[in-house]
């Protein structure tokens, strides 16, 4: 009869290789995780600038339409409290339909003008007569 003292014992822990894999497995969860919560805070950060956009878009349109009265196209301005916003009056290209309605288009902007390339967070584009308008 053999003796089998020497066979294989009992398994009482894991290998360094099964280690090394866990680990590495945890470390791309770990990582895929994080790079979708950067992207998400991206996201609802930009958002949220959009959405406060909006309103002060809604708020100046509001007190200039109350006073009867537009900026010139081509004015701009800087918006207080904000971060770097700024507000311009645009023109965009006429339409043959706009001239013969007798009408112009003004594009209304709030722009993120801190960024290298200004970004517009939102526009609104009004329709004027073509000879009162701003």
């Known amino acids: 009869m053999r003796d089998n003292s020497f066979a294989s014992p009992a398994r009482h822990g894991l290998t360094l290789i099964e ?3 866990g680990i590495a497995l945890l470390a791309t969860l770990l990582v895929s995780t994080l790079a979708a919560f ?3 805070a ?3 950060r930009t958002a949220k600038d959009r959405l406060a956009a909006i309103q002060i878009a809604d708020e100046l349109l509001a007190a200039w339409m109350n006073a009867g ?3 010139s196209i081509g004015e701009s301005e800087h918006l207080p409290d904000t971060k770097g916003w700024k507000w311009r009056i645009a023109r965009p290209e006429p339409t043959r339909e706009l001239r013969r ?3 112009l288009a003004v ?3 709030i722009l993120d003008s801190a960024e290298p390339n200004p970004t517009v967070l939102t526009a609104v584009e ?3 007569p073509a000879g009162g308008g701003p």
Do not use: K
Request: net charge positive.
């Open 38 to 40: 950067r992207a998400h």
């Open 42 to 44: 991206a996201q609802v």
């Open 19 to 21: 280690v090394v894999a």
């Open 126 to 128: 009004l329709l004027v």
């Open 69 to 71: 009265t537009l900026p």
């Open 107 to 109: 594009r209304f902007e």
């Open 101 to 103: 309605l007798g009408a």
